[in-house]
T-cell receptor, first 117, second 112 residues
Framework: GAGVSQTPSNKVTEKGKYVELRCDPI?????LYWYRQSLGQGPEFLIY????????DSGLPNDRFFAVRPEGSVSTLKIQRTERGDSAVYLC???????????????FGPGTRLTVL | GQNIDQPTEMTATEGAIVQINCTYQ??????LFWYQQHAGEAPTFLSY????GLEEKGRFSSFLSRSKGYSYLLLKELQMKDSASYLC?????????????FGKGTKLSVKP
């Protein structure tokens, strides 16, 4: 009965470097979401996957950000040429697929705290 | 545009009742969620409303008025462990999945 897990829990990098953040969703959850949370703010949507495909990537701030979910389970958020403004907590969430509407609870992981120096 | 407003901070006394308000203006609406987030931890689900009215779950209740774009979270018999941020979020998509649009959160401090 593991929840959503994310690795690493903390990542410190230098400006201009490339980073990868990993998310393991709850087993059986087909929907996976990435959010970014800055200090004192609510989570901000980045991208959402339904299975292997990105159903909505409208929240990605620019083309330095990219995410994949090749087998429909684990997802990796990739950030190229990191900037200081990318520093934030990156949260992953997953949810079950359902048909016909109704409550869709998103279960969040503990997040990865990214610091760009 | 998308806009979700909630107070930045609130303070209440242990054992008391507190109401945290949320107003929203979004292009679509498929339900409103309340999440609790302790400092440094992940948000955890508290409640969901999609129809007008009050949903009660133990010490926590949530109310929704779609015509007014308004919701509140009511916490009764406050405990020290209720000190946390409370996030209001609207599910904006039609259909079965979608992303949540979050407010900035209300930081609640419960004092003895």
């Amino acid at each position: 009965g593991a929840g959503v897990s994310q690795t690493p829990s903390n990542k410190v990098t230098e400006k201009g470097k490339y980073v990868e953040l990993r998310c393991d969703p709850i087993s059986g959850h087909t929907a996976l979401y990435w959010y970014r949370q800055s200090l004192g703010q609510g989570p901000e949507f980045l991208i959402y996957f339904q299975g292997t495909g990105a159903a909505d990537d409208s929240g990605l701030p620019n083309d330095r950000f990219f995410a994949v979910r090749p087998e429909g389970s684990v997802s990796t958020l990739k950030i190229q040429r990191t900037e200081r403004g990318d520093s934030a907590v990156y949260l992953c969430a997953s949810s079950l697929t359902y048909a016909g509407g109704g409550k869709v609870e998103q279960f969040f992981g503990p997040g990865t705290r990214l610091t760009v120096l | 545009g998308q806009n979700i407003d909630q107070p930045t901070e609130m303070t209440a006394t242990e054992g008391a009742i507190v109401q945290i308000n949320c107003t929203y203006q979004t292009s679509g609406f498929n339900g409103l969620f309340w999440y609790q987030q302790h400092a440094g931890e992940a948000p955890t689900f508290l409640s969901y409303n999609v129809l007008d009215g009050l949903e009660e779950k133990g010490r926590f209740s949530s109310f929704l008025s779609r015509s007014k774009g308004y919701s509140y979270l009511l916490l009764k018999e406050l405990q020290m462990k209720d000190s946390a941020s409370y996030l209001c979020a609207v599910l904006d998509y039609g259909g079965s999945q979608g992303n949540l649009i979050f407010g900035k959160g209300t930081k609640l401090s419960v004092k003895p």
